[in-house]
């Protein structure tokens, strides 16, 4: 049986009411362009409920007026084979931006001080766009668990917060980054990179490495990480666009880079935009 696809909210609530008769629900949000990084989350999913449901929605408020919102790549047919390949239940891909903001549409969700270093710097209203839509899917789908990628580290963070601070009944989880061979972590957004400058895009885990190796070393200093993890990527000619290591839990910067923290970081590569991160303990 060909996976379902539901492509109004009206008919996403029915699907998740229906399905919650064989127990818990798993939530599995995405944009699409689907690779083994959102894979992983659905088999994850899986592992947790017999009902896994992806959303594939590229949600037009979480992108800036200079972003990538209309070149975003798409590709249905294929998300829907990787969807039914990694053992999800059933799809919600809503028709058109209006099934999810119609037009009397008003109200937003706003995220506290997590959302407010780093990406939410960088992308005014990014994470408000992420919590209001976000807050969406869990109200409409009412699931048990929903899973996100740690590879949007401050993402994952802010919708745990927003989910304990609404009591939206959603445990909100978070599975490792999933790498290309060569280090690259696994995003839509690769597909605009060129030939030339995807020999550059490791850069990112090599700083990781790096700042790792001096935290082994002895380096404590989140300053100094964030400074070595600069150099490592521009010696690739690749525009970082912030380095800094941060607690893992309160996204504060520590005192010192203890093994609860986290490096992160922003680069341009040509026009696009990628981030990693990664723990700097064991
Ligand atoms: P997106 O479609 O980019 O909005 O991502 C949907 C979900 O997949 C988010 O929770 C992301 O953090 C997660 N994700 C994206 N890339 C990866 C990756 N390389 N490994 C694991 N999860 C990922």
Redesign the pocket.
């Known amino acids: 049986m060909p996976l379902a696809v539901v492509t109004s909210a009206h008919d996403f609530r029915r699907a998740c009411q229906e399905a919650r008769v064989d127990g818990e629900l798993a939530l599995v949000?995405?944009?699409?362009y689907l690779h083994a990084?959102?894979q992983?989350?659905i088999r994850a999913g899986a592992q947790r409920a017999p009902t896994v449901a992806v959303t594939i929605f590229v949600n037009p408020a979480q992108f800036g007026p200079s972003e990538d919102l209309s070149r975003y790549p798409r590709d249905l047919q294929g998300d829907l084979r990787k969807c039914e390949e990694a053992g999800a239940t059933f799809v919600f891909a809503p028709g058109s931006p209006v099934e999810m903001y119609p037009p009397e549409f008003q109200t937003r969700v706003e995220p506290g001080p997590l959302a407010q270093p780093m990406e939410g710097e960088k992308r005014p209203g990014h994470f408000r766009g992420v919590c209001t839509i976000v807050a969406k899917l869990f109200a409409l789908s009412r699931a048990e668990a929903a899973f996100?990628?740690?590879?949007?580290f401050q993402?994952l963070r802010v919708l745990q917060q927003m989910a304990l601070d609404l009591n939206l009944g959603t445990e909100v989880i978070g599975?490792p980054?999933?790498r290309e061979p060569d280090g690259l972590?696994?995003?839509?957004r690769n597909a605009y990179l060129s030939r030339v400058v995807r020999l550059s895009a490791p850069a990112r885990s090599k700083a990781l490495q790096a700042a790792r190796t001096a935290v082994g070393a002895g380096e404590i200093d989140p300053a100094r990480l964030g400074a070595l993890a600069r150099d490592v990527i521009e010696e690739d000619d690749v525009k970082v666009d912030y380095a800094e290591v941060r607690d893992a839990v309160t996204l504060e910067t520590p005192g010192c880079a203890i093994s609860t923290s986290r490096l992160f970081l922003a680069a341009f590569l040509g026009k696009t935009r990628l981030i990693d991160n990664g723990a700097l303990g064991e």
């Open positions: 949000p995405t944009m699409g990084g959102h992983s989350l996100f990628g740690e590879k949007d993402q599975r980054i999933v972590a696994m995003s839509s």
